[in-house]
């Protein structure tokens, strides 16, 4: 206050200061009353609802209504800074406010709730982003009923995204007002209202018929005419008209999409559309890293006309038609952006896995001793690709169009078959993990996977790929498609006895080898690399004693 005061009192400059407090809701304005109370700016709230996945009812607005006897009198409000500043002056400005419901000048609050007229508080519960390259996802099946009480870390309901079913849970004490989108709904957006809730248990039955309509702007069938508030308004002498300025909405129209400069110049060149981008930047502005993600999920465009295509049966041919669930789409998408996006190159060696053997059957006589899980191939093969990723860097790293990003986590997928499609779990750290520790987090995520129960934290974070089809099908030789963002996936088949030359001249024994393909991010690992990286993973397989030291 004091530093204001010299302001005013010894700039002749200062003219505009009642222009100033009008603009953009930078302060927190303290009105008081008989009740004093603090509302807080659009912004703040803006990103607190944001914060829990919920998308309000107005998007562009975010208010509170002031109920009757809240505040007793218009004579007794003042703004502390306003009313001062005001007084130095000799020009007090106009302020306004209304009651019996009407929304404070410039000073809207929201609290994740809607103030339609003619209904009472209530909140909507958006579709929530549970991965990252989530864009829409399925009710699986609701646990909450219409009515039921909610408290805060109860599941609610179980969202199949594009990558596993995923409980959702509530944020905070309340009441199932009313479901949108009952079980088995199929292709919600990230942001679509799924659900009402409400604070007052009584406040249920008025939900019974409501529908939210397409633009986020309910307008109840029943609207009265709010009556006409009392308020005080203190002249103001008239000035020079202040140019409006516009404030990007939450929701872009759609003549105009908000996004910063480099991220439309990225969409440009690789030739995206930006209404197909959500953005995750002040109040929706799209930004570079939107579009990085948008690349790397993999959801390009499709022609209309390519996407509806209908393909002639020929007579008398019998088919199903199989819906695509989300794993299969999302497998789809990103498969077919890696192939079109990616210059993949293919390495294979033969690995000679005598030793190895030898080495697992010793290892799980004693885990059978000490009750321990059994240690598959597979698990040795996660430890040796680790191990070769932390003595080659360069295999465990991302392009993007400003850098390599080089990982120091070495975080290993393992590709998993399931009835619902392929699940690729994370192994996080195996670097550093020892063989019992790797074979008992296998099992429990590729169990997780065939229950379709696999949660975010479970496939995030990942920076390196082993795919086996040898083992469990007998696949002599395969080269797998690079997930993105990775550089890199290694494709294991199985093992076969071969006769090689002995010690000795004339001399010949059996050997079994394993063939390994590593395929290659050519914009990322050379030639050189993924040879040198080959060298190291057969090196740790030959000699597998050297992964324990």
């Not at 896995?353 to 080495?359: E, G, T, W």
Request: with cysteine; glycine share 6%; charged share 25%.
């Amino acid at each position: 206050m004091t530093c204001a005061s010299r302001v005013i009192n010894h700039s002749r400059k200062l003219r505009n200061v009642s222009a100033l407090l009008r603009q953009e809701n930078a302060f927190f304005v303290r009105w008081t009353s008989n009740s004093s109370h603090t509302v807080s700016s659009k912004k703040d709230d803006a990103l607190r609802i944001r914060h829990h996945d919920y998308v309000p009812a107005e998007k562009q607005c975010y208010s509170k209504s002031v109920n009757d006897g809240m505040m007793s009198s218009p004579t007794t409000l003042k703004s502390n800074i306003h009313w001062m500043m005001a007084k130095k002056l000799g020009n007090p400005p106009a302020l306004s406010l209304q009651t019996n419901g009407s929304s404070l000048t410039n000073a809207h609050l929201k609290r994740g709730f809607s103030s339609d007229s003619g209904l009472p508080p209530h909140q909507e519960i958006g579709m929530p982003s549970l991965s990252p390259t989530m864009t829409e996802g399925n009710i699986a099946r609701w646990l909450k009923k219409e009515g039921d009480k909610m408290s805060p870390g109860e599941v609610l309901c179980e969202v199949e995204t594009d990558k596993a079913t995923v409980e959702m849970e509530c944020m905070d004490e309340g009441y199932l007002a009313k479901i949108i989108k009952g079980d088995g709904s199929k292709e919600i957006k990230v942001g679509e209202v799924i659900a009402i809730t409400v604070e007052e248990e009584e406040d249920i039955e008025k939900f019974k018929d409501y529908t939210p309509s397409a633009s986020g702007d309910k307008v109840p069938a029943d609207k009265s005419e709010p009556s006409t508030p009392k308020k005080e308004v203190i002249e103001e002498p008239p000035k020079a008209p202040e140019p409006k300025v516009s404030q990007p909405s939450l929701v872009a129209s759609e003549d105009r999409i908000f996004a910063s400069p480099v991220a439309r110049k990225m969409a440009e060149d690789h030739k995206i559309s930006l209404s197909s981008i959500k953005g995750t930047g002040p109040d929706g502005l799209i930004v570079k890293a939107d579009i990085e993600d948008y690349l790397a999920s993999g959801r390009m465009e499709v022609p209309a006309a390519a996407s509806k295509q209908k393909f002639a049966t020929a007579p008398g041919l019998d088919y199903t038609d199989i819906p695509h669930s989300q794993i299969r789409k999302i497998t789809a998408s990103r498969l077919l952006f890696s192939k079109q996006t990616i210059p993949h190159y293919y390495l294979t060696v033969d690995t000679c896995v005598d030793k190895l053997m030898d080495l697992r059957g010793q290892l799980n006589s004693l885990q059978e001793s000490l009750g321990g899980k059994r240690i598959s191939v597979n698990d040795l093969v996660i430890k040796a690709a680790a191990l070769a990723l932390r003595k080659v860097p360069q295999c465990n790293s991302s392009w993007t169009d400003d850098y390599i990003r080089q990982y120091h986590n070495v975080n290993i997928n393992v590709a998993v078959q399931t009835d619902n499609g392929l699940y690729v779990p994370v192994i996080r750290d195996a670097d550093k993990k020892g063989l019992s520790k790797i074979a008992e987090e296998v099992k429990h995520v590729a169990q997780k996977a065939k229950e379709n129960s696999l949660k975010p934290e479970d496939y995030e974070a990942r920076t390196f790929t082993v795919s086996n089809l040898g083992g469990p099908f007998g696949i002599k030789q395969f080269c797998a498609i690079i997930n993105p963002p990775q550089s890199g996936i290694l494709a294991v088949g199985s093992a076969e006895k071969r006769v090689v030359p002995g010690s000795s001249p004339g001399d010949y024994k059996f050997a079994s080898f394993m063939a390994v393909t590593l395929s290659c991010d050519h914009r990322v690992i050379d030639g050189a690399v993924g040879a040198e990286w080959l060298k190291a993973f057969k090196g740790y397989i030959e000699n597998p004693e050297s992964m324990l030291l």
